[in-house]
Structures are given as structure tokens and as C-alpha cells.
């Protein structure tokens, strides 16, 4: 073989490794993938000003669901053309304004992933694996009783909800039966709560370092009629309006959350806090907030904006649990150092520096860690649960420890008067209900809201 003929053999080879080598010849692109392409972008460079919090637009984008939805100008993408689609436009500067507001515009190269996924018919292709928990299709089975964090009397007293695992058991008040049991996502429901008319329940949960989770129940048809998912890690310490409008709860990620029951629209999302929050009430008119957390506070905010106003108690340890008195705007605060601290709403003066010029009384102190808290419905006594053998109920107005029930176990977190106030549901740690009489302490009932099932022998 001549030297010019070897030339051109080496030059074809060196042609053809040229074309192999670019991408896109030689072989068709790949479909651009929703999950796997769009939808990290978004989360980078779209979701701090379009999420449920902010909604800049009434545009949500953090899932594909929402992002079909659109906001205040309708869709913003039409399967198969770019062209007609603002989320494109806004993307590359051909519509006012461009897109990410106030930041760099994004690569040509990421601009043209959504340009083709829109081109390729703007599908999801979001694995069932990464979308989110399922509600069973049948009751959980139990071979031990669950933790029992969440408890709530109906307003009429003629039932007793209780929160399980991925349900919530609905029991005849005096605990003498199951009347419905309601399935749900979340792995622990840590508070319970019934609207002032008794026609909705509301539960707030989810589970740990997974997902938070607002239900929002029909009693009477013992439906599901909402249910919200909310960061990534377990709710806390729910309180709901007067008029049941709203509720309010606490966050892992150190803020409180104001979602409207009926709707599912988060009002607001506030971060005074520095730490975990823990519990939250509304103030008798609905006006502000008191919410209280791993950070020590008591924090005082507009209830409507989520303004913080002031601190309402002096520093000391983490609180873990707040109550408001039924009729005064006053709130019952308690946590790691063991004591409950009763507090005003309002002092004479605003201050941001926390003092207690607010106490109004502080009761004894407890044998463990205080982990629920709860007035009688008339206001005039308190009940005090925790890591404690038992749980004491104290008159209100003097401190005076008036009665004591026995909670054997490891730990109290949920305490809720009957709306008669003569009876007071206690649960916690070991998983077991235990209903008290308020004047003597006597424990009338006593017995596991699920059902046991015996585990199955080895041999």
C-alpha cells in the first residue's frame, strides 16, 4: 500500500471516530425525563419563589401536579410547542419578566432541556417510589401498641380520636369501642383536633425525616378530605382558630405554618424561630399566634401575616408544649426544666427582649421532662404530662395540685379534657389509654385503642 493510500484509510478512520464521538450522531437523543432533568432545575433555580409559601403568581412548582395547575395567567406549557408556552418564553427573556427573577438566566444548555420537554409532550415520569406515601388499603395490623401522641374529644364528648400508625381510631368516648378507624399517610399523627362544630377533624403528623402531613377529616362520612404534604420531616403541636378556619402548627425547619382547613392554603409561613417548633395556639380573637420550640421562646405573632411581635417569657430550656386558657389570652408553657410557667399574652409594654414581666404563676415543678399540656374547658384547672408516672392536675388560679392520676410507663405526650371537664384522657409511650376522673384521679378506664393481634409462633 502506497503512503498515500494509507493516508486516506487513517483520515476515513479518523473521520468515522469524529462522528461516533459527537453527541447526537450516530444514534437518537434521549427523551428529555421530567424527573430526572426538569425537575432538578426547578428545584435550583424555580422553587424558592414558586412553592406553596410564597406562590409568586399563583404559580406552585413543586411537583409536576402543580405545575399543570399553572397560576394567575393560566397553563404554563402546551404539550408539543414551545413556542406557545410562557414557561419557555419566560425562560429566555422573550417575555417579561425573565426567569429566575433577580438571578442569572440559566444556561442555554438547561433552557433547552425544558424547550424539549415541552417539544416531547411535557410528560412525568416521576417513579411511583418517589411519589410520596400511600394510604393502606386495609388497617394496619398490631402486635404492640403504637406510641400515642395525638388525642381529641369531639365537641359534643360523644367521641375520643387517637392517633395510630397510618390511621387515626375513632373511639365512643368513654372507650367502650371502635366506631370507625381512618387511613391515612403518616407513620405518627402528633396532634388531633376537632373543628368547633364537630363536622371536620384535623391531624397534623407525617413522618420522620420523610414528610410532613396536614389530614383534614369529614366525621360524618368518615372521609378523607384533604390531605397536605408539608416539608420533610414531622409536624408538631397543631392548634386550630376559633372558628376552625384555620390552623396552625410547628416544623422541623423551625418555622409555623398557617394553613386554611377548608381550602389547604398555607396563609403564611413565619421563621422567628431558631430551633425546632414544637407547639403552637391561637389567641382567643384569632389575632395572634404563641408558638414554642427547642429554642427556649414563647413567641408572640400577628396571627393573619406571621409578624413576629415580641417574646413572651424569660429564657430557660427547651419548651416542648404550650396551652391557651379558654377564655383569657393567657398560655401555659412547659418543657425541659420540669416546671410549667403560666404567662399573659400582653404586657404593658412591647418588648423583644425576653423578661417575665408576663408570669403570672409558675407551678411545682415535675418528676421529668414536661411534654403535654391542657386546660379544663372552663379554664379552671390544668393537667401536666411527661416523663412521669404520673399525671397531676393543679386548680389554675392557685396552683394547688388537686388531683393525681396514675400514668405508669415511659412518658406522657398527650393529655385533652372530656368538654365536661370531669374526665381527662392520657396518652403516651407505652401505647395504653387511661381515662381519670379530674376530682379524684381514679382511673375509670383503662385499655389499648387498637387491636392486638398475637404473634405468630415459631417453632
Keep these: 500500500m502506497t503512503s498515500t493510500n494509507k493516508r486516506g484509510v487513517w483520515s476515513g478512520l479518523a473521520a468515522a471516530l469524529t462522528v461516533l464521538c459527537v453527541p447526537g450522531f450516530g444514534a437518537e437523543e434521549n427523551p428529555v425525563s421530567y424527573y430526572n432533568d426538569v425537575r432538578p432545575v426547578m428545584q435550583r433555580a424555580c422553587q424558592g419563589c414558586h412553592q406553596p409559601a410564597a406562590k409568586m403568581g399563583g404559580l406552585v412548582l413543586t411537583s409536576y401536579a402543580e405545575i399543570v395547575k399553572g397560576g394567575q395567567r393560566g397553563p404554563v406549557f402546551k404539550e408539543g410547542s414551545p413556542a406557545e408556552s410562557s414557561l419557555i418564553g419566560h425562560l429566555t427573556g422573550e417575555?417579561?419578566?425573565?426567569?429566575?427573577?433577580?438571578?442569572?438566566?440559566?444556561p442555554a444548555e438547561e433552557i433547552e432541556l425544558f424547550r424539549r420537554w415541552v417539544q416531547e409532550g411535557a410528560k412525568d415520569d416521576t417513579p411511583e417510589s418517589a411519589k410520596g406515601p400511600k394510604i393502606p388499603d386495609q388497617p394496619p395490623v398490631y402486635q404492640q401498641p403504637p406510641v400515642i401522641s395525638g388525642l381529641a374529644y369531639s365537641p359534643d364528648g360523644s367521641l375520643l380520636a387517637v392517633?395510630?400508625?397510618?390511621?387515626?381510631?375513632?373511639?365512643?368516648?368513654?372507650?367502650?369501642?371502635?366506631?370507625?378507624?381512618?387511613?391515612?399517610?403518616?407513620?405518627?399523627?402528633?396532634?388531633?383536633?376537632?373543628?368547633?362544630?364537630?363536622?371536620?377533624?384535623?391531624?397534623?403528623?407525617?413522618?420522620?425525616?420523610?414528610?410532613?402531613?396536614?389530614?383534614?377529616?369529614?366525621?360524618?362520612?368518615?372521609?378523607?378530605?384533604?390531605?397536605?404534604?408539608?416539608?420533610?420531616?414531622?409536624?408538631?403541636?397543631?392548634?386550630?382558630?376559633?372558628d376552625g378556619r384555620y390552623v396552625c402548627f410547628g416544623t422541623s425547619d423551625n418555622t409555623v405554618r398557617v394553613v386554611e382547613v377548608a381550602s389547604g392554603e398555607e396563609l403564611f409561613k413565619a421563621g422567628h424561630h431558631e430551633d425546632w417548633v414544637l407547639g403552637t395556639v391561637f389567641g382567643i380573637d384569632d389575632e395572634r399566634i404563641v408558638s414554642v420550640g427547642r429554642d427556649r421562646a414563647a413567641k408572640l405573632a400577628n396571627a393573619k401575616t406571621g409578624t413576629f411581635?415580641?417574646?413572651?417569657?424569660?429564657?430557660?430550656?427547651?419548651?416542648?408544649?404550650?396551652?391557651?386558657?379558654?377564655?383569657?389570652?393567657?398560655?401555659?408553657?412547659?418543657?425541659?426544666?420540669?416546671?410549667?410557667?403560666?404567662?399573659?399574652?400582653?404586657?404593658?409594654?412591647?418588648?423583644?427582649?425576653?423578661?417575665?414581666s408576663t408570669l403570672v404563676r409558675k407551678y411545682e415543678e415535675q418528676a421529668g421532662v414536661v411534654q403535654a399540656l391542657a386546660f379544663s374547658p372552663d379554664?379552671?384547672?390544668?393537667?401536666?404530662?411527661?416523663?412521669?408516672?404520673?399525671?397531676?392536675?393543679?386548680?389554675?388560679?392557685?396552683?394547688?395540685?388537686?388531683?393525681?392520676?396514675?400514668?405508669?410507663?415511659?412518658?406522657?405526650?398527650?393529655?385533652?379534657?372530656?368538654?365536661?371537664?370531669?374526665?381527662?384522657?392520657?396518652?403516651?409511650?407505652?401505647?395504653?389509654?387511661?381515662?381519670?376522673?379530674?376530682?379524684?384521679?381514679?382511673?375509670?378506664?383503662?385499655?389499648?385503642?387498637?387491636?392486638?393481634?398475637?404473634?405468630?409462633?415459631?417453632?
Design 95 to 106: 417575555k417579561d419578566p425573565r426567569m429566575p427573577m433577580g438571578q442569572d438566566p440559566l
Design 163 to 242: 392517633g395510630g400508625f397510618k390511621e387515626i381510631l375513632l373511639h365512643k368516648s368513654d372507650g367502650s369501642g371502635i366506631v370507625a378507624r381512618l387511613l391515612g399517610k403518616s407513620d405518627r399523627l402528633n396532634w388531633l383536633g376537632f373543628t368547633p362544630d364537630g363536622k371536620t377533624l384535623v391531624a397534623i403528623g407525617g413522618a420522620p425525616a420523610s414528610f410532613g402531613e396536614l389530614q383534614v377529616w369529614d366525621v360524618e362520612s368518615r372521609q378523607l378530605s384533604r390531605s397536605l404534604m408539608v416539608g420533610s420531616d414531622t409536624l408538631f403541636g397543631g392548634s386550630l382558630s376559633a
Design 309 to 356: 411581635i415580641e417574646n413572651v417569657n424569660l429564657l430557660r430550656d427547651q419548651l416542648y408544649a404550650v396551652a391557651r386558657h379558654p377564655r383569657r389570652d393567657y398560655v401555659l408553657v412547659g418543657g425541659k426544666d420540669r416546671v410549667p410557667y403560666l404567662y399573659m399574652m400582653d404586657r404593658p409594654a412591647a418588648l423583644v427582649v425576653a423578661d417575665d
Design 379 to 459: 379554664g379552671n384547672r390544668i393537667a401536666v404530662g411527661g416523663v412521669s408516672n404520673e399525671v397531676p392536675v393543679y386548680d389554675t388560679e392557685s396552683g394547688e395540685r388537686v388531683a393525681t392520676c396514675a400514668a405508669p410507663g415511659r412518658g406522657v405526650f398527650a393529655v385533652v379534657f372530656h368538654p365536661t371537664g370531669e374526665r381527662l384522657a392520657i396518652g403516651g409511650f407505652e401505647g395504653r389509654l387511661r381515662i381519670c376522673d379530674t376530682t379524684s384521679g381514679k382511673v375509670v378506664k383503662e385499655f389499648v385503642p387498637v387491636p392486638l393481634e398475637e404473634p405468630a409462633l415459631t417453632h
